[in-house]
């Protein structure tokens, strides 16, 4: 029985641009419930992570809607948890048949609060907005905006995730056999002050990141990136366009791939292989059974 | 080394009145977690649940205020139970200087959806207002509104909680030593259907009720409700006002509380010492040590 930590990407709760509404989030995470169940039926055991870039976009924009000043993204992160863990939770014990302990997990992620992320705001959060926009909203809340494809959306500091505070829970959990969903939105950021004491801090860590931190201090066996793209490519959007199977963090080292779509997938797949000796796959959602079993997606995997 | 199951009255988290911003609330909490973290200074294990109306209340509004029907009770609970759970943790971790693991569970409650409740709704959440602004809002947004003291505010259903889906994981935390903080505003309301499956219903548990269930599942030694009222008193207002100290559910049963504000909690108590033969204490925050040690409070006792 093997250990299997998935992520499960943003569109797996809300497809591109849909607006956040809790019916087409539960709609979205009912049908990402169903190929979950489907790895415990096949006998692996489970931890579950996501995304929250829309929803924790829309929380500050609803908490700035009432002239107040918007909670910071450590809390509005932590908020996100429950809003997304508890449907998540709630729609896979459904989806699954034989009876079964779940936990959702509030996680503190440790971050270096000296990061140069923090000097440099990259991770989209919240809606899409057209250039003029974004740049309206930015100078009047003080926002960072960036492009992100063909859209404008804000970005916040991204840093690099250090240290799990609950990863000792989490695994006793995952050895009593929970099925557990836990470190949301990449987990909640947070940094330790020169006492040991621990403070929230204004960023979102990237998902794939934090939950490839987690596969490796879980020594997962495998870890899944399951996103709306089959697989990596080579030569995207090219005549000579071609999906990747099975292969090495060093192959991968010598390609070129695009920050802020696959590069940061790619990267947190070669860290964990690395790190661990386990296999790494990235895919669709529907196809998370077949990656593992080297049927479907991109498979990392140890030279 | 005994297990204490402590109700975070929504006084500990902000004061009667008091808008919520980040701030006011963490600075709240922060006092809680110091008088949390002497219970684990004196050796006890600690299981913390917390309220939630005056944040549900909010989340529920500004969800509204962008012209969109606001996310159900359940999904808003569950955002409070992100929003308060992580920084409770983060703050009793640092006030307890010992190392220690801590988990915050999302935690969902079973009730009955042929509960009475459901056609009287009754359990305040979210800001007080005026009589006649309580009106508009009612019809403006169809809410059910009542008096609560002096002020009106927004009452939704609060069912009766019947069964605690994650009591099995709790209690297995609690046994390897683990801090754990769940039942966040009265735990997450679901409603089992027919084919055994589990769905949100819109109403918000009585924080006190759920406890005491949850106490009382997990045997715990003492089950304590702290507020911002130093005891249970009799003949409150008048002259002959008294505070109860050790005190019998049958002596209590043959007194008179009023609903809505001992009413609960008194009851509660009863429910847990009539079930396990622990002690239950009503009293103020910074009292929780003496009231188990029986010098503050009221202490709700076996016959």
């Known amino acids: 029985m093997s250990l299997v930590v998935v992520a499960l990407g943003g569109n797996a709760l809300l497809r591109r641009g849909e607006p956040v509404s809790a019916q087409a989030q539960r709609d979205n995470i009912r049908l990402a419930a169903r190929s979950l169940a489907q790895l415990l039926v096949d006998g692996h055991r489970l931890v579950v992570t996501h995304g929250n870039g829309p929803q924790v976009g829309l929380l500050a924009l609803q908490g700035e809607s009432m002239g107040k000043r918007a909670f910071p993204l450590d809390v509005l992160g932590a908020e996100t948890d429950g809003m997304i863990g508890y449907v998540l939770q709630q729609e896979l014990d459904n989806a699954y048949e034989p009876a079964a302990r779940f936990a959702t997990l509030l996680t503190q992620i440790e971050v270096d609060p000296q990061d140069p992320a923090f000097a440099q705001p990259s991770k989209p959060v919240g809606s899409v907005y057209s250039e003029a926009d974004a740049q309206r909203l930015a100078s009047e809340r003080g926002w960072s905006v960036a492009p992100d494809g063909k859209d404008w959306r804000r970005v916040v500091p991204s840093p690099r995730p250090l240290r799990i505070l609950e990863i000792e829970v989490i695994r006793m959990l995952v050895e009593q056999g929970v099925i ?124």
């Open 180 to 303: 557990v969903i836990c470190a949301g939105g990449g987990g909640i950021p947070v940094a330790q002050r020169p006492d040991g004491t621990h403070v929230g801090v204004e960023a979102v860590i990237d998902k794939d990141h934090a939950s490839g931190l987690l596969a490796a201090e879980l020594k997962a066996d495998a870890f899944l990136m399951l996103t709306d793209v089959a697989a990596v490519f080579t030569g995207w959007g090219t005549p000579a366009q071609q999906a990747l199977g099975d292969v090495t963090p060093q192959a991968l080292a010598e390609m070129d791939f695009v920050a802020g779509s696959m590069g940061p997938k790619v990267q947190a797949a070669c860290d964990f292989v690395n790190r661990t000796g386990g296999m790494a796959g990235i895919g669709t959602l529907e196809d998370a059974a077949d990656i593992l079993a080297h049927r479907a997606g991109t498979r990392v995997i140890p030279a």
